[in-house]
């Protein structure tokens, strides 16, 4: 069986966007479930239940408009075994191209405020307990500070990258 392990280029540091956050639920603060060491893999039941869980979760602080899928996005092998978390962690990135593909789309439309909403949820992103739960700090500061910082200062390449291998967000 195939085994998927769990990898994640994200960061923890808020970004400086000023943002009115009284329109916005929050964000979830903790994992929204903690496995036993026992637990490190599961079939593919346990991980579209996981996925479910988090899209249900989050569902409310997604970008206007946008929904989670009714499945985990991408191909995946219903006979594979799944490292725990990798649900969660599927839906934490699909909620991350959701944000870019928002902020994408607030650019192109000149929307400066949405653009700035966008980017202040993708810094915020890298502090999602599962998030930080299923990566390395390093990565979470590279996260910011090839991603999200440059951005905000107006060099948006590597954002659109990354949003341009988004599906479904």
Known sequence: MAKVAVGLVCAAVATGCSVDRSIDPPLPTAQLSTPSPTESFSGFDS???????????LSDTLPPGRVFTEEP?????ETGSYEVGTGRVTAVLFWRCAWATAYVDATEGGDTVGAARALDKLGAWATMPDVVAH?????????MERVVGPAESGEDSSL??????CSGG
């Open 47 to 57: 991980f579209r239940s996981e996925y479910l869980q988090a899209a249900d979760t």
């Open 160 to 165: 659109r990258l990354i949003e341009s291998d």
């Open 73 to 77: 996005p991408g191909t995946w092998d």
């Open 135 to 143: 990566s390395d700090e390093d990565a979470r500061t590279k996260w």
